[in-house]
C-alpha cells in the first residue's frame, strides 16, 4: 500500500507544482501556461500590490466556506491530524489544500510548495487507509507514507523527506512504520524521474573535501548566526499570529491583509515573491550583489513571517532555504572564501535545523539538493550549532508551537523508555505473605495485619507445599471472609480465590508487564518462573514501576567522581593518603 502511494504521491507532487505554474502565470503574466516562471519578471507595475491582495481574498474565502483546514503551512495540520483525528484527514482538504496553496504562491505568496505536498500527500495517504481495515497506528503509516512521497518527488530528496518523517511525523523510530515510509519515498523519487525530472535541484559548483581550522571556525559562526535567525524568525512569525487575533475582524479577513504586505514587499524586492527556486539557485552560484541579497533577507523574513501569521496555506521549507541562503551570501563577504555558494549553503541546512528542529533532516535535504557530498562535515557543524541555539533559546519550534498553543503537548525528543531495559525481577517485592489452600484463620488474619514492606499488601497469592501458584485472592474479599469464619478454625478459601490469576515473570521488561496492567486493569501481578512449576517469586505492583523512573532519574542526575586525578597520574600527585576517621585526630 505504501508503493502504491508513493506513486499516486509523485503525480500529486507534478499536480501541485503544475497548478502553481499555472497560477502563476494568469496572476502576472494573464497567460495560460504551467510552466514553472518567477513573479519577478512581471510587467505589472503597482497594479503587483493588488495581486497578492487577490489571491488572498480567495484563500479567506475557501477556508471560509470550504474548510479551515487548509490554513497554515501544512506540517502542524498534518501534526495535529496524527494526535487529534486519529489519522483521519477530510476529503475535501485533499483537494482544498493545493489549490488554495497554488493560488497563494502563485499570487506572490513568499511560501514553498513542501508543507502543502506534505499536507496533501498524507491526505492521499490517510483516504486510501481509510477504505481498509486499519488500526490508527496503521493509518498513521500511511498518512506520513503519503507525506513523504510527497516531499520526495517535489525536491528529489528521499532520505530527507523520511528523516523529516521520522523527525516530525511519526514519533518513532520502528520497523513497522519506517519501511513502509521510506518504501514510498524511495517509489516517489523515482516515479519523479520520469515525470518530473532528475535531481539535484539547485547544482553547485565543486567544493574543497576540507576547508582546514578556519573554514571550520567559520561553520561554528555560521551556525550561530543561522540559530540567530532562526530565533528571530520564529517569534517574528507568532508575534504576527498574535497580532492578527487582536483585530476586531473575522480570520477570514486576514489573509487580505498579508497579501497587502506582500505585494508592497514585491514593489521594493521582486524576488521575495513566490516559491524562489530561481533565486535559491542564484544565491547558490554566488551570482548576487549586496543589494540583492540584503533585500531578500530583509523583505523576504517580514512578507513570510506576516503572511503566515495572517493565516493563509503555504510551506517554510523553501523560504527558509532561501534567508539561509542571503544570510549566507552576506557571510561570504566576510568569512573565509572557500568557493561560490560555501556558504548560503552552510546557513540553508543551518536555518533548517534550526528553525524546524530536525538536525539530521538539514543536513540531508541540503546533500540532496546540491548532490555535494563535500559539504557533509561543514554542514554537520553548522547545523548542529544552530539547533543546539534554538533548543537553548525557544520552548518549541516554528512547527510544534501552533500545536502547543492548541492545548497539545509534543516531545521532539528519542529516547529509551527505562521500562524497556529494567526487568520485572529488578523492582518486584519477594517479602510477602503467602497463603496454603486450606489455611487457619489467624494465619489468615496475621497476614492481613501484616506490614513487612511498610506497604500494604493487597493481593495474596495462594501456594502448595513446593511454592507453587495456584491461585490469588485480594484484601477485600480475604478481610469479608474472616469477618464470617470461626476463631482458630481452618478457612475454606475456595470461594475468594482466582484460579487462573493474570501473572508476570521475572525476565520480563517491564513495558510488557505495563502493557498487560493496561489490557486486563489489573494492577498487580504474581512474579512466577516460567514452565510448568510456576514458582512464585515475589509481586508486582502499579507502584513498583515508578522504580524504574526513579531509577532513571538517579542516573540523569546524580553527579560521582569514579576516578581520581591521582589514579591517573600517581606519580605527579604522590599517593593520597587516607581521611583520619576521628576528627579530633585530624
Same mark, same amino acid.
Given at each position: 500500500?505504501?508503493?502504491?502511494?508513493?506513486?499516486?504521491?509523485?503525480?500529486?507532487?507534478?499536480?501541485?507544482?503544475?497548478?502553481?505554474?499555472?497560477?502563476?502565470?494568469?496572476?502576472?503574466?494573464?497567460?495560460?501556461?504551467?510552466?514553472?516562471?518567477?513573479?519577478a519578471?512581471?510587467?505589472?507595475?503597482?497594479?503587483e500590490?493588488?495581486v497578492?491582495?487577490?489571491?488572498?481574498?480567495?484563500?479567506?474565502?475557501?477556508?471560509?466556506?470550504?474548510?479551515?483546514?487548509?490554513?497554515?503551512?501544512?506540517?502542524?495540520?498534518?501534526?495535529?491530524?496524527i494526535?487529534?483525528?486519529?489519522s483521519?484527514?477530510?476529503?475535501?482538504?485533499?483537494?482544498?489544500?493545493?489549490?488554495?496553496?497554488?493560488?497563494?504562491?502563485?499570487s506572490?505568496?513568499?511560501?514553498?510548495?513542501e508543507?502543502?505536498?506534505?499536507m496533501?500527500?498524507?491526505?492521499?495517504?490517510?483516504?486510501?487507509?481509510?477504505?481498509?481495515?486499519?488500526?490508527?497506528?496503521?493509518?498513521?503509516?500511511?498518512?506520513?507514507?503519503?507525506?513523504?512521497?510527497g516531499?520526495?518527488?517535489?525536491?528529489?530528496?528521499?532520505?530527507?523527506?523520511?528523516?523529516?518523517?521520522?523527525?516530525?511525523?511519526?514519533?518513532?523510530?520502528?520497523?513497522?512504520?519506517?519501511?513502509?515510509?521510506?518504501?514510498?519515498?524511495?517509489?516517489?523519487?523515482?516515479?519523479?524521474?520520469?515525470?518530473?525530472?532528475?535531481?539535484?535541484?539547485f547544482?553547485?559548483?565543486?567544493?574543497?573535501?576540507?576547508?582546514?581550522?578556519?573554514?571550520?571556525?567559520g561553520?561554528?559562526?555560521?551556525?550561530?548566526?543561522?540559530?540567530?535567525?532562526?530565533?528571530?524568525?520564529?517569534?517574528?512569525?507568532?508575534?504576527?499570529?498574535?497580532?492578527?487575533?487582536?483585530?476586531?475582524?473575522h480570520?477570514?479577513?486576514?489573509?487580505p491583509?498579508?497579501?497587502?504586505?506582500?505585494?508592497?514587499?514585491?514593489?521594493?524586492?521582486?524576488?521575495a515573491?513566490?516559491?524562489?527556486?530561481?533565486t535559491?539557485?542564484?544565491?547558490?552560484q554566488?551570482?548576487?550583489?549586496l543589494?540583492?541579497?540584503?533585500?531578500?533577507?530583509?523583505?523576504?523574513?517580514i512578507?513570510?513571517?506576516? &503572511?503566515?501569521?495572517?493565516?493563509?496555506? %503555504?510551506?517554510?521549507?523553501? @523560504? $527558509?532555504?532561501? #534567508? +539561509?541562503?542571503? /544570510? !549566507? =551570501?552576506?557571510? &561570504?563577504?566576510?568569512?573565509p572564501?572557500? %568557493?561560490?555558494g560555501?556558504? @548560503? $549553503?552552510?546557513? #540553508? +541546512?543551518?536555518? /533548517? !535545523? =534550526?528553525t524546524?528542529?530536525?538536525?539530521?533532516?538539514?543536513?540531508?535535504?541540503?546533500?540532496?539538493?546540491?548532490?555535494?557530498?563535500?559539504?557533509? /562535515?561543514?554542514?554537520?557543524?553548522?547545523?548542529?550549532?544552530?539547533?543546539?541555539?534554538?533548543?537553548l533559546?525557544?520552548?518549541?519550534?516554528?512547527?510544534?508551537?501552533?500545536i502547543?498553543?492548541?492545548?497539545?503537548?509534543?516531545?521532539?525528543?528519542?529516547?529509551?523508555?527505562?521500562?524497556?531495559?529494567?526487568f520485572a525481577?529488578?523492582?518486584?517485592?519477594?517479602?510477602i505473605?503467602?497463603?496454603?489452600?486450606?489455611?487457619?484463620?489467624?494465619?489468615?488474619?496475621?497476614?492481613?495485619?501484616?506490614?513487612?514492606?511498610?506497604?500494604?499488601?493487597?493481593?495474596?497469592?495462594?501456594?502448595?507445599?513446593?511454592?507453587?501458584?495456584?491461585?490469588?485472592?485480594?484484601?477485600a474479599?480475604?478481610?469479608q471472609?474472616?469477618?464470617?469464619?470461626?476463631?482458630?478454625?481452618?478457612?475454606?478459601?475456595?470461594?475468594?480465590?482466582?484460579a487462573?490469576?493474570?501473572?508476570?515473570?521475572?525476565?520480563?521488561?517491564?513495558?510488557?508487564?505495563?502493557?498487560?496492567m493496561?489490557?486486563?486493569?489489573?494492577?498487580?501481578?504474581?512474579?512466577v518462573?516460567?514452565?510448568?512449576d510456576?514458582?512464585?517469586?515475589?509481586?508486582?505492583?502499579?507502584?513498583?514501576?515508578?522504580?524504574?523512573?526513579?531509577?532513571?532519574?538517579?542516573?540523569?542526575?546524580?553527579?560521582?567522581?569514579?576516578?581520581?586525578?591521582s589514579?591517573?597520574?600517581?606519580?605527579?600527585?604522590?599517593?593520597?593518603?587516607?581521611?583520619?576517621?576521628?576528627?579530633?585526630?585530624?
Amino acid at each position: 500500500m505504501a508503493i502504491v502511494i508513493g506513486v499516486i504521491g509523485a503525480y500529486v507532487a507534478l499536480a501541485l507544482l503544475r497548478l502553481i505554474g499555472l497560477f502563476t502565470n494568469l496572476f502576472f503574466y494573464q497567460r495560460w501556461s504551467t510552466a514553472l516562471v518567477s513573479p519577478a519578471g512581471n510587467h505589472l507595475g503597482p497594479l503587483e500590490i493588488v495581486v497578492p491582495v487577490i489571491g488572498a481574498i480567495i484563500i479567506g474565502l475557501m477556508a471560509r466556506y470550504g474548510s479551515e483546514r487548509i490554513r497554515g503551512h501544512g506540517i502542524p495540520e498534518a501534526i495535529e491530524a496524527i494526535l487529534i483525528n486519529g489519522s483521519r484527514i477530510e476529503p475535501r482538504v485533499a483537494i482544498l489544500k493545493p489549490i488554495s496553496s497554488a493560488i497563494s504562491i502563485g499570487s506572490g505568496g513568499p511560501f514553498g510548495a513542501e508543507g502543502p505536498i506534505i499536507m496533501t500527500g498524507g491526505a492521499v495517504g490517510s483516504l486510501i487507509a481509510q477504505f481498509f481495515h486499519l488500526t490508527s497506528a496503521e493509518r498513521k503509516t500511511l498518512l506520513v507514507a503519503g507525506a513523504a512521497a510527497g516531499m520526495s518527488a517535489t525536491f528529489a530528496a528521499p532520505v530527507a523527506s523520511v528523516l523529516l518523517a521520522v523527525e516530525l511525523l511519526l514519533f518513532e523510530w520502528k520497523p513497522r512504520s519506517m519501511i513502509p515510509v521510506a518504501l514510498a519515498a524511495a517509489t516517489a523519487a523515482a516515479a519523479r524521474r520520469y515525470i518530473i525530472g532528475m535531481g539535484p535541484l539547485f547544482p553547485v559548483p565543486p567544493h574543497p573535501a576540507f576547508i582546514g581550522p578556519s573554514g571550520l571556525a567559520g561553520c561554528i559562526i555560521a551556525g550561530l548566526l543561522a540559530g540567530g535567525l532562526s530565533m528571530i524568525l520564529t517569534l517574528a512569525v507568532y508575534a504576527s499570529e498574535d497580532a492578527f487575533h487582536r483585530l476586531p475582524i473575522h480570520w477570514m479577513w486576514w489573509p487580505p491583509i498579508g497579501g497587502l504586505v506582500i505585494g508592497i514587499g514585491g514593489l521594493i524586492s521582486p524576488q521575495a515573491l513566490g516559491v524562489g527556486y530561481d533565486t535559491i539557485g542564484s544565491l547558490l552560484q554566488g551570482n548576487t550583489g549586496l543589494h540583492f541579497i540584503a533585500g531578500i533577507l530583509i523583505v523576504k523574513s517580514i512578507i513570510w513571517a506576516v &503572511s503566515l501569521g495572517s493565516g493563509t496555506s %503555504g510551506g517554510v521549507l523553501a @523560504p $527558509l532555504l532561501m #534567508m +539561509g541562503g542571503a /544570510l !549566507g =551570501g552576506l557571510e &561570504s563577504m566576510v568569512l573565509p572564501a572557500e %568557493g561560490a555558494g560555501f556558504w @548560503p $549553503l552552510v546557513s #540553508m +541546512g543551518a536555518i /533548517l !535545523g =534550526g528553525t524546524m528542529r530536525s538536525p539530521f533532516a538539514g543536513v540531508i535535504f541540503a546533500l540532496e539538493l546540491t548532490h555535494d557530498v563535500n559539504m557533509l /562535515l561543514p554542514l554537520l557543524i553548522a547545523v548542529t550549532i544552530a539547533h543546539g541555539f534554538t533548543v537553548l533559546t525557544l520552548r518549541r519550534s516554528i512547527l510544534t508551537e501552533k500545536i502547543a498553543r492548541r492545548g497539545y503537548h509534543l516531545s521532539r525528543e528519542y529516547a529509551v523508555d527505562p521500562l524497556e531495559i529494567l526487568f520485572a525481577r529488578e523492582v518486584m517485592r519477594s517479602n510477602i505473605f503467602t497463603l496454603s489452600p486450606t489455611p487457619r484463620r489467624d494465619n489468615v488474619v496475621d497476614a492481613l495485619r501484616a506490614d513487612p514492606t511498610k506497604t500494604l499488601q493487597r493481593l495474596f497469592p495462594i501456594v502448595d507445599d513446593s511454592s507453587r501458584l495456584t491461585g490469588v485472592a485480594t484484601r477485600a474479599d480475604l478481610e469479608q471472609l474472616v469477618a464470617k469464619s470461626a476463631n482458630g478454625a481452618e478457612m475454606d478459601i475456595t470461594p475468594v480465590v482466582r484460579a487462573a490469576p493474570t501473572v508476570a515473570h521475572p525476565d520480563e521488561p517491564l513495558r510488557f508487564v505495563v502493557h498487560r496492567m493496561a489490557a486486563t486493569g489489573l494492577t498487580r501481578f504474581p512474579v512466577v518462573t516460567r514452565g510448568d512449576d510456576r514458582k512464585l517469586v515475589g509481586i508486582i505492583a502499579l507502584d513498583d514501576l515508578l522504580k524504574a523512573r526513579s531509577l532513571n532519574l538517579e542516573a540523569e542526575r546524580r553527579r560521582e567522581r569514579v576516578l581520581r586525578m591521582s589514579f591517573a597520574f600517581p606519580f605527579a600527585f604522590g599517593r593520597e593518603e587516607p581521611e583520619p576517621e576521628d576528627s579530633q585526630e585530624a
